[in-house]
């Protein structure tokens, strides 16, 4: 895998792990804050009416005592659990040494749980880890005091921590997530080459702007070949023909041997007038031939034709007269 498909794959599973492991944090805690109140209520210590019971306390502070219709009865040691019919609910807290603990008047907190149900009918505060002992009177036997703290208490710091778990991921696992996305988009997004490329780039302009300063253009260095590489360039002109001028008549007396031979000589001359007029009726009609041939042509030394061989206009029928 490349690189940077290597980096946006960590990128985007860190994004999942952060975004379910805030959803899950946050559900488990929410969970956890439903469930506080009944765990810390059946954490309370109780006691039963008509006994004195031993309570320990590990930690100073302070703590209610609920008037509690539960369904939870700890029986107590030597003592059995006895009510007086019309007898209001009350208890008494003292320490080892049999000093009453001061109460206050509280009756703010309450709860309803599969423990019990309660009202808090006062608030003591322990001043010291240690023993103490209760003792309780009451006119039902399923009345039991409770002690112990607010169930709320707790309750709201785990709803907050599992919202900023929940948030938390959502917002880091999602902007991770988002990040990845980023990075493959563009990675999936072509770039032309900078160079070479079909775009205009910076070097394009500077030989753009050199060819404006140089113009007009220089002429371009071509080399010239033929056509046709077997055809010479150059061609083999004939003179142009000319009519001959007239005979130039001579001033010498003509003896009658001489006219006679005149009369042959014109008759000749006529002839050949005649022969001649044909003939420059069929050079009119031919095209001219040359007279001098032109000079050489001058072949590069790539394109020379080969020479001519000797025998090339050999005929068969001379072969076969010399093998006769």
């Given amino acids: 895998m490349p690189k940077g498909g290597h980096g946006r794959g960590v990128i985007a599973a860190i994004g999942l792990v952060l975004l379910f492991a805030g959803l899950l944090g946050g559900g488990v805690l929410w969970i956890l804050a439903d469930r506080e109140p009944e765990s810390a209520a059946e954490s309370f210590a109780r006691a039963v009416p008509g006994c004195t019971t031993t309570l320990t306390f590990g930690e100073p502070g302070e703590f209610y005592v609920f008037e509690e219709l539960s369904g939870i009865i700890v029986p107590v040691d030597g003592c059995q659990p006895s009510t007086l019919p019309g007898r209001p609910f009350t208890f008494t807290v003292v320490t080892a040494t049999g000093v009453e603990v001061p109460r206050v008047a509280d009756d703010t907190v309450s709860y309803d749980l599969e423990a019990g149900s309660a009202t808090s009918v006062a608030r003591i505060t322990i001043p010291e880890p240690g023993d103490y002992r209760i003792s309780v009177l009451g006119s039902d036997p399923a009345v039991v005091a409770a002690v112990g703290g607010d169930p709320e208490d707790g309750v709201e710091s785990l709803r907050q921590g599992a919202i900023a778990a929940i948030a938390g991921g959502l917002v880091l696992g999602g902007f991770l997530l988002w990040l990845s996305a980023r990075r493959s988009k563009r990675a999936a ?136």
């Fill in 189 to 324: 997004t072509y770039t032309a080459p900078i160079d070479p490329g079909w775009g205009v780039t910076e070097r394009d302009h500077a030989r753009r702007a050199e060819a404006d300063a140089a113009w007009p253009p220089a002429d371009p260095n071509v080399r010239q070949v033929p056509i046709n590489p077997m055809a010479p360039d150059g061609r083999m002109v004939a003179e142009p023909w000319s009519a001959p001028g007239p005979a130039t008549v001579s001033e010498t007396p003509m003896s009658p041997t001489s006219v006679a031979t005149d009369d042959a000589v014109t008759d000749d001359a006529a002839t050949d007038d005649a022969v001649a007029d044909d003939a420059v009726t069929d050079d009119a009609e031919a095209p001219p031939r040359p007279e001098t041939p032109t000079a050489a042509v001058d072949w590069p030394s790539d394109i020379a034709p080969a020479p001519e061989r000797d025998d090339a206009d050999a005929s068969p029928s001379e072969d076969g007269d010399t093998s006769a």
